[in-house]
């Protein structure tokens, strides 16, 4: 049973636009979220990340918001650059109610940006 | 400075051997982890080891499956009897001592390829 769903395989956009990465979850015990991102050959990266306390969280280009109601997340990449293209991991953990910090992962989104 | 180093990078083997990888993680980080990532799927948890704690082994999918983390550094994760679902990559991570009121970023290895023939 998925925990973690990433239901879209993969995304294409325009250089310049915006990037939403979207991401749902079924265990109501996962409070904190992840994104990372990951390039061939290499191990993935933390990208940003949002407690359950709240429902927006930015840095730089990227933003992730989290509707807790909905148990959905989406990550927003804008503008979007060639850089950006890679497998993009939703990741969610029972952090603070289980104090486990242990990563449940979806299956991921390969996002492409056109130049 | 050095990351989380993982060998070997690939690792070709025949059904029924066994196999060793190993990890090396960030100098000073207490918590390491493995997951996995079969084709087509997300990582998947394995274990977790945080300093002299008894590790989390909650996601080892079967007994053939063992890990050990030597002086609170380098880990070993053995498989026995390899079967062809076993092909994957293996994905070491590593962080700061876990918390319960906060997340330390876990920084991943480049993976070690696994197949089974």
């Known amino acids: 049973d998925q925990q973690v769903k990433q239901n879209s395989p993969s995304l294409s956009v325009q250089e310049g636009r915006i990037s939403i990465l979207n991401c749902d979850y079924t265990?109501?015990?996962?409070?904190?979220f992840l994104w990372y991102k990951k390039y061939p050959a290499e191990g993935p990266t933390f990208l940003i990340s949002i407690s359950s306390i709240k429902d927006k969280n930015e840095d730089g280009r990227f933003t992730v918001f989290l509707n807790k109601s909905a148990k959905h997340l989406s990550l927003h990449i804008v503008p979007s650059q060639p850089g950006d293209s890679a497998v993009y991991f939703c990741a969610a953990s029972a952090l603070y109610t289980g104090a486990n910090s242990k990563l449940t992962f979806g299956k991921g989104i390969t996002l492409s940006v056109r130049p | 400075g050095a990351g989380v180093s993982q060998s070997p990078s690939n690792k070709v083997t025949e059904k029924g051997k066994d196999v060793e990888l190993r990890c090396d993680p960030i100098s000073g980080h207490t918590a390491l982890y493995w997951y996995r990532q079969s084709l087509g799927q997300g990582l998947e948890f394995l274990i977790y080891f945080q300093g002299n704690s008894a590790p989390d082994k909650s996601g080892l999918p079967s007994d053939r499956f063992s890990a050990e983390r030597t002086g609170g550094s380098v880990s070993t994760l053995t498989i026995q009897r390899t079967q062809q679902e076993d092909s994957a990559v293996y994905l070491c991570?590593?962080?700061?001592?876990?918390?319960?009121?906060?997340?330390?970023?876990?920084?991943f290895g480049p993976g070690t390829r696994l197949t089974v023939l």
């Open positions: 265990n109501s015990m996962f409070d904190y």
């Open positions: 991570a590593s962080s700061l001592r876990v918390t319960g009121n906060s997340y330390n970023e876990q920084f």
